[in-house]
């Protein structure tokens, strides 16, 4: 069965706690930090603030976070995992691109479209189309666009199957950690420059 963002999302959850457990904040100075297990270097992370924008980098790659306004930074380190995929602007070539196509998902959109559709002669030939793909691996996003077009289906359907990357999840998960870690460790606030300062 190919992939879902539900199982990617839960992977990354689950690989993302045990990396980012042990992490501890050390500033860096004024609105730069470095998470990290001590005397460790696996899975560390730089945050560096600057106008409207939270920088992540190091092992999860690279993400630019957007954060305007006078409590923008209180915002983002108290946001939400999906608040903090809607902010994100840029995700380096090495963590991916920000989304990516999931077969699963795709093939389980077609099969509710092949029961509720009044297409749904044309969605069960899609179906089985790339069922037969997905068996042997070798259904993607392209193989995905060809099958609807060659059926004649919506062309609002070739975002099905769409959603944030594991790159772009990773990214996430990092935010979550520093902000975390900023609430445990009140030290390291001090480095925090307001937007008046600046």
């Given at each position: ?103 699963g998902d795709a093939l389980a ?16 030939a899609l179906v089985n189309e ?69």
């Amino acid at each position: 069965m190919s992939d879902t963002y539900k199982d990617a999302r839960a992977t990354v959850l689950e690989l993302a706690g045990e990396a980012f457990k042990d992490h501890v904040l050390t500033p860096e100075g004024e609105d730069r930090w470095t998470c990290r297990r001590p005397g460790k270097s696996a899975y560390w992370f730089r945050i560096v603030r600057a106008p409207g924008t939270l920088i992540l980098l190091g092992d999860v790659g690279t993400a630019v976070f957007e954060c305007y306004g006078p409590d923008s930074f209180a915002v983002l380190t108290s946001a939400d995992w999906h608040y903090l995929l809607s902010k994100m602007t840029a995700l380096s070539r090495n963590a991916g691109q920000k989304e990516k196509f999931y077969a699963g998902d795709a093939l389980a959109y077609a099969r509710e479209a092949a029961s509720e559709s009044p297409e749904s002669k044309n969605w069960r030939a899609l179906v089985n189309e790339v069922a037969q793909l997905d068996k042997w691996g070798d259904f993607n996003e392209h193989e995905w666009h060809k099958a609807i077009e060659a059926y004649g289906l919506d062309v609002d359907d070739h975002s099905a199957g769409r959603n944030y990357s594991e790159g772009a999840l990773w990214a996430v998960e990092a935010v979550r950690c520093f902000a975390r870690l900023i609430k445990n460790q009140p030290e390291a606030k001090l480095a925090i420059a307001t937007e008046n300062e600046r």
